[in-house]
């Protein structure tokens, strides 16, 4: 069983930056790729970033504002959220899956950190 847990997000005006963060419990963090999504309200839960060892990647809507890094000393993932938009408002949930490596059932949400950014 993994656990994760979301914390960072705010209320800030647009152009702001917030530090999203996602503990995680258990073992073989290492093990695991790591994913931020985004829900907007009313919309579907998009992935915004990801990270697997060391380099992330990113949705179209996000990159070159936002970074994914992780901590496997920690378990924690960032995500570090540079000028943001009114449109980045939302729920951003942490995401651990590692059901390629250790098979099925290994995929892991956390409850989720509300951003809002007002513009």
């Known amino acids: 069983q993994v656990q994760l847990v979301e914390s960072g997000g705010g209320l800030v005006q647009a152009g702001d930056s917030l530090r999203l963060s996602c503990v995680a419990s258990?073992?073989?963090?290492?093990?695991?790729?790591m994913h931020w999504y985004h829900q907007g309200i009313g919309k579907e839960r998009k992935i915004v970033a990801s990270?697997?060892?060391?380099?992330?990647r990113y949705a179209d809507s996000v990159r070159g504002r936002f970074t994914i890094s992780r901590d496997n000393a920690k378990n924690t993932v960032y995500l570090q959220m540079n000028s943001l938009r009114a449109e980045d408002t939302g729920t951003y949930f942490c995401?651990?899956?590692?059901?390629?490596?250790?098979?099925?059932?290994?995929?892991?949400w956390g409850q989720g950190t509300q951003v809002t950014v007002s513009s």
């Open positions: 995401n651990a899956d590692a059901r390629a490596t250790l098979g099925s059932g290994y995929d892991y």
């Open positions: 990270i697997k060892v060391r380099e992330g």
């Open positions: 258990g073992r073989d963090f290492d093990k695991y790729d």
